[in-house]
């Protein structure tokens, strides 16, 4: 990818497509931006006037209800207008050309998209096509990246951790398919995690894992002794059939998070998800309901960080706010 | 007909281990005479080739020509002038039109649109099953009669070995060789791009280098078993290589190219989704791409081929995985060939051996030398022109090209084409 693609000619962030290109500083700017976003939520009128006059479309080419929800909340937190587009059930089906679709949204006056699409690199195709007024924010491309949901995950660490140098983070699941985990890892590396572990069989990990700054490891236990953090990957289970997995009970047995494996961890360590979350697959819902679990406020910090974005994007940080 | 004298050139014809200034002498579209004309010749035309060189017309093993079908993309018209312009004068067809080259009445068309245009001979590739369905074998005699001077199941996989196997032996009957894209599409599944690094880091699902070693070996196993001369098109990796070297070493008639963009390009040039390096099979490693050269160096690959397929505009404007596959390659195989030459990787008579000589054996045509009495086929260029590469000035109807903005050398200056100046820059 183009480095400069996603930054302005002043190193503004202009699109957020990914994590890949953007340094610790501007992770840190985003993170921060958030936390003056976190108290919104708990305030009577649940609104800041920042993207008021905006219009944010979401362009859902797959579905997903969570992550829609999350980001049409925060663009209503920011006062933006939201339209929700399900683009796999109208205008492609129909045979229109992505291009097509995005000219017409353009010709709408819409001021940003948010993508989520099937296809690896698709929000960077819009992102290079659109109209130059337009921002671009990847709601999930692919196996590529989710990049605001990795920033949420920091966001949920650094909460709970604020050192990322000391932390040793571990990562478990189907990192072949993961676009949440390639997010995850770059943006922990970038900003100076201690270590970062990756979890798998070998079947859901690509041979060249160790090119992206990792610790590979094909043991639960060994991988997860002593880690700060355990964050679990949800496994599709369309993929627990057939040659990736033999089984969910096996995967389970192998790879499960129980009680019992808790006490490998650091005795402070926290446990984190992006949801939704295979109970007795990946892991007890003792464990995801636990005291260790923060998987709940991930969620919750979701909309901080997506507001984040979305206003950093749109050039409106909270200091503009009238 | 024209009556040429081609004077003063730096004149390189692999086939007869010439390489020296000397002239050339055409009439009635054949080659009449090298050094002196016969007493009495008048040339009608003199072309002055001081400091070019002249050499066969290119042969190009593979090239997409769209028609019939595909006429979105370009035709045998469009093409066939772009391949005049690259010096390229005789090139083969990949079955896969719509019509599928799986009779003489496609064979027929083909031929009679080349003539039209007159610019390149075109081979057509046939069909070795029946709609490239990979099922039931085609009439290959039929081809062979109508035209054909190769077969081949394209990009398509046969259905499972038993029909390869049979494919092979029936066309060991006719004598005919028969082209194999090297892959198991078991292992491709839906890659896209080679599985690597970059495939990793950009969540591209990827083509193992495993995908072609595997087709390649039981392709061998096969040639060796039917005695079929088999010809391996479009080669990407290094173990491709070693196996076919060992094949050749072992005695097995079996030949190789691979697409010249290959020696040039890597899976580094896919990074940001680069939809112009999208591309079957995949860019694969810098060690493969250096197996490749050594392998074009020692004459394990004997030819170099453009495996030219344009595009429409539209093609290559979607997500990465949505894109087609290809690049509009006629108009670099030349200079990408003389930048080898360049790269101090092969001399100069070398590379043109590799898109002359090297290609027309694999189908076993006169074309790619200059015998007397030859067809007047050739390309005459200028070594020294250094030139940037626009997309828009590109004569092929596909400008879907990664080289665009490269500095390239050599420039064609002239084609003839059965005697007659085809191009002329």
Redesign the interface.
Known sequence: ??PNLQLDEQGRLRHFLSI?GLDRQMLNLILDTAESFAGVSNRTVKKVPLLRGKVIANLFFENSTRTRTTFELAAKRLSADVLNLNISTSATSKGE???DTLRNLEAMQVDMFVVR?G????A??IAE?CAPHVSVINAG?????HPTQAMLDMFTIRRHKPDFGRLRIAIVGDLRHS?VA?SQIVALNTLGAAEVRVIAPRTLM????R??GVHPFHDLEAGIRDADVVIMLRLQKERMEGAFLPSEQEYYRLFGLTEERLDLLHPEAIVMHPGPINRGVEMDSEVADGPRSVILEQVTYGIAVRMAVMSLCMQQTPGAES | MNSISILNGRLIDPAAERDEIIDLHLAAGRILAIGQPPAGFVAEQVIDARERVVCPGLVDLSAHLREPGLEVKANIASETAAAAAAGITSLCCAPDTDPVIDSPAVVELIRRRAKQSGKAMVLPIGAITQGLRGDALSEMAALHEAGCVALSNGLRPFKNTQVERRALEYAVTFGLVVFVRPEDRHLRGNGCVHEGPVATRLGLPGIPAAAETVAVARDIALAEHTGARLHFHGISTATAVRKIRRAQHDGLPITADCAVHQLHLTEQDVDGYNSDCHLIPPLRTLQDREALRQALAEGVISALCSDHQPHEEDAKQAPFPSTEPGISGLETLLPLSLKLVRDGLLSLPEAIARLTLGPAQVVDIPAGRLSLGNSADICIFDPEADWVLDREQMHSAGHNTPFHGWHLPGRVCYTLFEGRVVYQS
């Open positions: 990818m183009r890949q050309t992505l291009l699409h296809e690896s690199g698709a960077h195709f096509h491309d692919g196996w590529h990246a676009r390639r690509p041979n060249d894992m090119s992206l």
